[in-house]
């Protein structure tokens, strides 16, 4: 016996020995790194760092360029959340509803999340050329239908031409939000119907007989509540797989950020101030900020996931 | 009555949905028909899906043939009577033809010629798989230990899986970067590879998967007189092999498409491209009309072996991409 275990002692080391030391050289002691490095003017192949204490993270609350990245980049988390999530779900339960096809539209929606994202934010970006994308000529091929026009925007744009999308300040961020939903929320939709899967039947049964008649009904009396670790599962993933959004932008603008940096999302920031701009301290402490925002919401989740493991 | 009411409901159901399919559809089909058409009708907006697939005339090809002194000289020679200026027009008018092709074929031979793309696709598939061995070797003995041997300290091992599995790769990217470069090692391989060799979610489902083997399997092995290394990989591995699957998807397609660390470690090296960086590159090359029937077919190649893949074998894909969620 002491001879197995100590057998076992020994191999159980020796087979996680790899593992342990790249662990903490390529994951562990790099976040003591960039957390050091937040707090310097460090470049790479500059004179010796200096310590600059908390005047990175200064720079980034009070500048404007660094407002124009938070700005960005809740835009963009803030819209692609609850639309890919809405849509993810939607899209479930019509499909589960149906009684034919829905292999069909599970393909179909799921492709974007397979399809390199650079690549089709390259193709978007085509689609939506003002003069050549087939996006303006398809929305201008309408103009002169009459209920259209009923629509201000529509009309408006019949007279004065339709936007240039990637290079109106005000239409910009959106359009990175919305390939952003259009790649993302097909993902959301198969977990969203493995949980519904998982859904007992007798549940739709019994609240039918205590008085639960329509669709929404059963909905929001079985449906809904049954989907909840479902649902904080999804939101958690959906909110890092936001925060990382990096390809739609770099697809869209090969320089900078979109005009007026309205497409100026963390990463990018990040990307250009510590690898293009080599100033490696504020890019350092922009990461920081990016894996706070990674951290908390992976730690609001799995207090939301015990909640539930409660009620169960 | 219902059953009306129902087919309704049901019609509706497939109009939303439809509409739904054809946005998401969109870009896949502009990309496939651009890919198809010539300069003109990309201009125009016109052709339909497949184009006219009408002659044209390959310009870059063209230029490339451009008739030097010594072939107008021979022209010259060989007729009486011939002025440099014809020869040149007539040397070029046999060039032109033979530079003739369908639209086609010319955004797929420029995709392939103008940048070195089949380069770019190697590339790919040399980083792909080799992280993807890494991670297994890596990966598969510690996932093992953690779910099948006692040894002291296991718990805290397996609390640090758990907790680097909340570590975005983004967030460290620039130490990992600094440390590439002191070594000497960006604009290699290697930096391309290195920073993906320890993957805490493989080690971490593994693990789980690892935990519904039966212990008697493991017993019966070391009763045939087997090590704990051959155990590994004679009787694991094999086990693991649906589970392997699924992690392998997970990590082709979530480095097959990965821009951002190839951006971040490659910086000139134009050979180390990877395939999302080199259409990122392609589109740098200037964005006019004639550019963008090659673009999209360059995009579609790129795109084309995953998505493919994924047509072919959805229910695997969808459980190893799923999987990544949980990262």
Redesign the interface.
Known sequence: MSTT?R???R??????A???T??VL??????A??AV?SFTDYS?GGAAPGWVGLENYQKILTQSRYQAMIEATLTYVLTVTPLSIG?GLG?AL??R???W?AA?????????????????S???S??LHPT???IN?TLASFCGTGWLHAWSWFDESCRTGFPLWLGDRSYAIWTVCFVGV?QGF??NM??YL?GLTSVPRELYHAAEMDGARTAWDRFRLVTWPMLGPTTV??VT?TL?RSF?V??IV??FY?QGAGPSRSAYVI?FA??EK??RENL?GI??AI??I??AC??VT?LIQQRMLEKKAHYA | MTAHRFSLA?TL??V??MV??L??????Y??LS?SLKSPGE??R?EGGFFGAQAVMTDEYCVKRNEPDRAAIEAAMHKREGLDEAGARREILAGVRETCATRPAIFNYVSAFSQAPLLLYLLNGIIVTASIFLLQVM??L??A???AK??????DL?FG??LF?L???I??????????L?KLGLTNSYAALV??W??S?FG?FLMRQFFMTVPDELIDAARMDGMG??SI?WKVMLPAAVPALLAFAIFSV?SH??D??WP??VV?GDRSLFT???G??EF??GGGD?SL?GP??AS?TV??AP??VA??LA?RR??EG??LS?MK
């Open positions: 275990s057998a076992a002692q191999a159980g080391w020796a087979f996680v790899p593992a342990l790249l662990m390529i994951l562990l002691l790099p976040i790194g960039a490095l790479l849509l899209a019509l499909i509803s149906l009684r096809g069909f539209y599970k393909t179909v929606f799921f492709l974007p999340a397979m399809a390199t994202l650079m690549a089709m390259i193709v978007w085509f689609a050549l994308g087939v000529a259009w097909g993902f198969v977990l493995a599962f999804v993933i890092i990382q990096f390809d770099e697809g090969e990463l990040m990307y510590g690898i490696i890019g350092a990461a920081m990016f894996l990674i951290v992976s | 049901e159901k497939h939303m949905l739904g399919a946005i998401v559809a969109l870009p896949f502009v990309m651009t990309i201009e907006n890596v990966a003995p510690a093992y230990a953690l041997l006692k040894f002291w300290g296991r091992v640090l899986v680097c909340l570590i975005p983004h967030a460290i990217a620039l130490p990992l970067y600094i440390a470069a290195i920073p060799t320890i805490v080690i704990e290394f590994v397609v097959w498409n821009y951002f951006r971040v910086t395939p999302p960086l259409l990122h589109r740098g009309g963008y673009m999209m995009a790129i795109v995953l998505v994924f047509l959805q894909f969808i991409i799923t969620g």
